[in-house]
């Protein structure tokens, strides 16, 4: 019998948002094997209240009365990026496993410093990096692992959304709390982390451009649109773009996959209408993949704009936050997979170099390498 099975890991929240409600809570409750143990939040208020709703026994006004007190095994942070690391590194060193909202940090440095301490404390730790598991990127990955297209020409990458248009969203657009980087910090870091993953190929240098619409009447307003360049390490040429201040309609938020390669292309488009995609070879023609047997409707422009359609796997165990859970429950076992498919803070790191050459390029108005961890 599992050790997890007669002990429940005890998990704890930093942070009681809409998206610790959508994302977190549910499912470290679902999980057979995790017990949503104590929440915390700036005051208590919002911890209150989620607390409340969940059943959740323990609440603190601080990170470090939690951290302190409440004898956890995991903690989750979902809060602005701007003390990730803080957070983190004092979980870390008292031993507590860590799953960490993306971006990893506000900048490399500090994401330099989460990745360091992860690998010297020996915790489990994660990045919801959550489109991995969409089932079309599954599929995409897996198409090109196989050779359907033959050696990567190029790419392109697209991650777009319209809660920016009436001006910043929250910390999210504030230099200071997000990041300069804006838009590339919260929807462009999907982004990278998603064309790695489906390529299984990294960035070596980018040139980029950056749009601050809302600069005008707010200094700390951070960019609101990106794109850029860039050369991967194999070779390839892709390009990503990505908004916050793209109107959507009914779609909510779109993401775009295009790749090219010496036999053909594959296509891929989700959005809050359902999802899309279809390969092209050059001999062979053009074939649709249908995706309703992984239980994602087809995209749809006449159909409600819906959750589920977006991220139907967000209450199962293909979530992030649950693998990182059942990471843990190895480790109690003694059974630590090491093969588990899940982003770490190395994948945050990664995005996070990214991004700041990125920021730099736009700033620089030149190619900037991306730095990699010596």
């Not at 775009?256 to 209408?273: D, K, M, T």
């Not at 429950?329 to 991004?355: E, H, L, N």
Request: glycine share 10%; charged share 20%; aromatic share 8%.
């Amino acid at each position: 019998m599992r050790l997890a099975e007669q002990e429940q890991v005890k998990i704890g929240l930093v942070g009681a948002s809409w998206f610790a409600d959508l994302w977190y809570l549910p499912v470290v409750q679902m999980h057979p094997n995790a017990e949503l143990y104590a929440i915390c939040s700036e005051g208590g208020g919002s911890a209150r209240r989620m607390a409340d709703k969940y059943g959740i026994p323990h609440v603190f006004g601080s990170y470090e009365e939690m951290l302190e007190q409440a004898g956890l095994d995991g903690v989750c942070i979902i809060t602005p990026n701007d003390v990730h690391v803080t957070i983190a590194e004092a979980a870390m060193n008292r031993g507590i496993h860590v799953m960490s909202e993306k971006p990893l940090a506000l900048n490399l440095n500090e994401a330099e410093q989460m990745l360091r301490t992860a690998q010297s404390s020996g915790v489990i730790h994660g990045v919801n990096f959550t489109y991995r598991e969409h089932p079309g990127v599954r599929r995409i990955r897996a198409l090109v692992e196989e050779g359907l297209i033959g050696r990567l020409q190029s790419g392109h990458f697209e991650y777009t959304g319209d809660y920016g248009v009436a001006g910043p969203p929250g910390w999210r657009g504030s230099i200071a709390k997000g990041g300069i980087g804006g838009v590339l910090a919260d929807l462009g870091s999907h982004l990278i982390d998603l064309a790695q993953y489906v390529t299984g190929d990294g960035l070596s240098e980018v040139s980029a451009d950056a749009a601050f619409k809302h600069r005008d009447v707010n200094p700390d307003a951070a960019a609101d649109a990106v794109i850029f360049l860039a050369r991967s390490l194999q070779g390839a040429q892709h390009t990503f773009r990505t908004s916050w201040i793209e109107h959507q309609g009914t779609k909510g938020q779109t993401i775009r996959i295009h790749l090219i390669g010496e036999l053909g292309i594959i296509e891929f488009a989700v959005s809050h209408l359902g999802s899309a995609l279809s390969y092209t070879l050059h001999e062979g023609g053009k074939r649709v993949i249908d995706l309703q047997q992984n239980g994602l409707p087809a995209w749809n422009e006449d159909d409600p704009s819906s959750e589920t359609s977006f991220r139907p796997w967000r209450l199962t165990d293909r979530n992030e936050v649950w693998k990182w859970i059942d990471r843990i429950i190895d480790r109690k076992d003694g059974t630590a997979a090491a093969s588990v498919d899940a982003p770490t803070f190395a994948d945050g790191y990664y995005a996070q170099s990214v991004m700041e050459a990125v920021m730099q390029a736009a700033e620089e108005r030149r190619w900037v390498p991306v730095r990699s961890m010596e």
